[in-house]
């Protein structure tokens, strides 16, 4: 009766001590975005807060892309001093972008754009980062709501606050499903003023 109860404590210690990570992965290799970044108010990139004209000065509309620098590192921290194999690299293959708002309104081609998924195929080293340009507003949600209202409204200081939720997935060379990694990035969209 102790051994099964003694048992009974190890397998519950056991159970407590796994790691959450390893739960959404069956890969020794896991992702972490070091950062998410796009253009500024100026149009240069590497800003943490991107700026989305809804409509340009000459009536166009136009993509706004972001970038994220990913890293690939092995589940095991252990592993880096010992060894790693090039069956550790994570091939990502695609990218998740939805969007939210801080006062909770959140409802997809009303309150914010709707989320959309974009296949690739970019290699991250193992121990190793990458830098990953995709699609963070496609041009298509500036011609849907809310971002089509805010074309030509009488005060272009006007401007829709949205987080974009980015959510990375891959597998690794041994084709093991790695645990989707997930950052955030601040996107400001407005008919912002056009040079004259």
């Excluded at 108010?41 to 166009?60: E, N, Q």
């Excluded at 620098?69 to 194999?85: C, F, G, H, Q």
Aim: charged share 20%.
């Amino acid at each position: 009766m102790k051994l099964k109860i003694l048992a009974l404590i190890i397998a519950v210690l056991l159970l407590g001590s796994c790691n959450a990570l390893e739960n959404d992965s069956t890969s020794g290799s896991r992702l972490q975005i070091i950062s998410i970044t796009g253009n500024d108010m100026d149009g240069k990139a590497g800003s943490t807060t991107v700026f989305s004209d809804v409509l340009t000065g000459t009536g166009s509309i136009f993509n706004d892309n972001g970038v994220a620098l990913v890293e690939a590192d092995p589940l095991d921290p252990s592993l880096v001093k010992i060894t790693t194999s090039p069956y550790m690299d994570v091939l990502v293959d695609q990218i998740d972008v939805e969007f939210r708002r801080t006062d909770g309104r959140n409802v997809e081609g009303v309150d914010v754009p709707y989320r959309f998924t974009q296949p690739m195929s970019v290699l991250v080293r193992i121990t190793g980062n990458s830098e990953i340009s995709f699609v963070l507003i496609r041009h298509v949600a500036k011609m849907e709501a809310p971002l089509f209202q805010l074309r030509y409204v009488n005060s272009q200081e006007y401007v829709l606050q949205l987080v974009a939720v980015v959510t990375i997935h891959g597998t690794d060379g041994a084709g093991n499903r790695v645990a989707p990694v997930t950052g955030y990035v601040n996107v400001w969209c407005a008919d912002f003023a056009d040079e004259e």
